[in-house]
Nanobody, 117 residues
Framework: VQLQASGGGLVQAGGSLRLSCAASGSIFSINRMNWYRQAPGKQRELVATISSDGSTIYANSVKGRFTISRDNAKNTLYLQMDSLKPEDTAVYYC????????????WGQGTQVTVSS
């Protein structure tokens, strides 16, 4: 199983980006999917999480600006990021818990998001 993240880039403050994370391989069941980010010199932090039934939780810093979603038919995770701020600059990583009876953790390779002021 592989996770391929895409959609990062350079955007001005107030702009928008949409990240995608496509899972491929022998996938029987994708459970929870998350987006994390890591800024230079800081620890990786959880940005948003979505369960298999679509329930979502957001970090306070992105609540109301970011929207996490998933397309189970396409095995793809999304993160719509609006009203971006310079402090959103980071490498964004996707994560998925995959498996039916026994789950395993998988990570994407990271995609850089840079927000200029």
């Amino acid at each position: 199983v592989q996770l391929q993240a895409s959609g990062g880039g350079l955007v001005q403050a107030g702009g928008s980006l949409r990240l995608s994370c496509a899972a491929s391989g022998s996938i029987f069941s994708i459970n929870r999917m998350n987006w994390y980010r890591q800024a230079p010199g800081k620890q990786r932090e959880l940005v948003a999480t979505i369960s298999s039934d679509g329930s979502t939780i957001y970090a306070n810093s992105v609540k109301g600006r970011f929207t996490i979603s998933r397309d189970n038919a396409k095995n793809t995770l999304y993160l719509q990021m609006d009203s971006l701020k310079p402090e959103d600059t980071a490498v964004y990583y996707c994560y998925a818990s995959i498996g039916r009876t026994t789950s395993r953790d998988y990570w994407g390779q990271g995609t850089q998001v840079t927000v200029s002021s």
